[in-house]
């Protein structure tokens, strides 16, 4: 019988984290990220590696994420996962485990797209945006400008034509020897250098998408240079070279937001995504929004980066439109944004 304050269970394993989150009545009861610690030191996520964790990772997490939120199995309404983009092999397992979990208890499967979930992690807890709602979803994997019409309704106004932002910041991290990923050692050092010390170039794409892989090439060729002069170079310069970066990086993202903010009128606007838990991005955002007379929001730090309690919100909305999943709906590793609803 349909439930109006649905218990779901959500699971999140697109790529490196297992994470499992159980919401009831709209609100995160468990909210559990178990992390690969393995990938580190291989500079980047071997795809083999993260879904056999997730398979080592999967029972133990959900069980902890259920025994956290005083959760019985009886309680559970539905079971959503993440259906698409990501590493298949890693989508395959929260996806073969979320399904047949749900078919034992005899209740809906949800899938759910990973990218409108990060959208949606603006709507877990108060203060939520109005809608029609401007979103920037800056990840590993993606750089999306986003505006939405409802939860369920979204349109991509603009993305990014090679890289993704946090690509370029782990990438960028890789060179001056962080390990994987980079992107919040960047952002520590950044806090003591000064942003206008270097000065790397700010690609401008026509429209409204993005371009990173030229402050990359960029950043090696830099590096490549000074390192040849001064083999400390990089040591001595850590912090000045990563405020450069970052700012570099944050202005790209928000020449092209506000753009579009100024093109479509929106007033509600966020940042989503893992690199939206980047302090030089949050505060120049905020700065941003004051200036161009714009609600703006950013999810609380647990919500940022990838997680199940936004899963499970966006599992909330398509549960209320009974919008479920079949035994035959299989991951995606590359699928777009879901642009209308119904
Ligand atoms: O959303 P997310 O957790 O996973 C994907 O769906 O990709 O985003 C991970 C990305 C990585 O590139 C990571 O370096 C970046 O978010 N990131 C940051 C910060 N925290 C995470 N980048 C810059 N500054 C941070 N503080
Ligand atoms: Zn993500």
């Known amino acids: 019988m349909m439930n109006d304050n649905p218990t779901i269970l959500a699971i999140e394993s697109s790529c490196d984290d297992t994470a499992v989150a159980v919401m009831r009545n709209h609100k995160v009861v468990s909210n559990i990220i178990a992390t690969q610690k393995v990938h580190e030191s291989y500079g980047g996520v071997i795809p083999e590696m993260a879904s056999r964790a997730h398979m080592q990772h999967i029972v ?12 019985d199995l009886k309680d559970i309404d539905a079971v959503a996962y993440t259906q698409a983009p990501g590493l298949m092999g890693s989508l395959l397992v929260g996806a073969s485990f979320a399904k047949s979990f749900a078919q034992s208890l005899d209740i809906p499967s949800i899938p759910v ?20 709602f401007l979103c920037l979803t800056v990840s590993g994997g993606h750089t999306q400008l986003v ?21 370029a910041f782990d990438k960028i991290a890789k060179m001056l020897g962080f390990p994987y990923p980079g992107g919040p050692y960047v952002d520590q050092y950044a806090k003591d250098g000064n942003p206008k010390a270097f000065q790397f170039p700010i690609s401008r794409v026509p429209g409204y998408d993005f371009s990173f892989s030229g402050i990359k090439t960029a950043v090696m060729y830099f590096l490549k240079e000074n390192v040849g002069k001064d083999p400390d170079f990089i040591e001595k310069n850590k912090e000045d070279i990563c405020a ?22 929106v007033k509600h606007v966020g940042i989503a995504g893992g690199v939206s838990a980047n302090s030089g991005l949050r505060e120049t955002f905020e700065k941003w929004g004051q200036k161009a007379g714009c609600q703006t929001y950013i999810p609380a730090f647990e919500y940022c980066t990838d997680n199940a309690a936004m899963i499970a919100i966006t599992a909330y909305y398509k549960y209320l439109e009974q919008d479920f999943g079949t035994l035959e709906t299989v991951p995606q590793a590359k699928s777009p944004i879901p642009s209308n609803h119904g």
């Open 147 to 167: 505006l939405s019409e409802s939860p369920l309704s979204m349109k991509v106004i603009g993305t990014t034509i090679d890289d993704a932002a946090g690509e």
């Open 60 to 71: 133990p997490t959900v069980t902890l994420a259920l025994k956290e939120g005083g959760c």
């Open 244 to 265: 450069s970066v970052q700012y570099t990086i944050v202005k790209t993202l928000l020449d092209q937001l506000s753009k579009v903010q100024k093109e479509y009128q």
């Open 113 to 132: 797209h990973h990218l409108q979930a990060h959208i949606l992690a603006h709507f877990i807890e108060e203060p939520k945006p109005n809608f029609p």
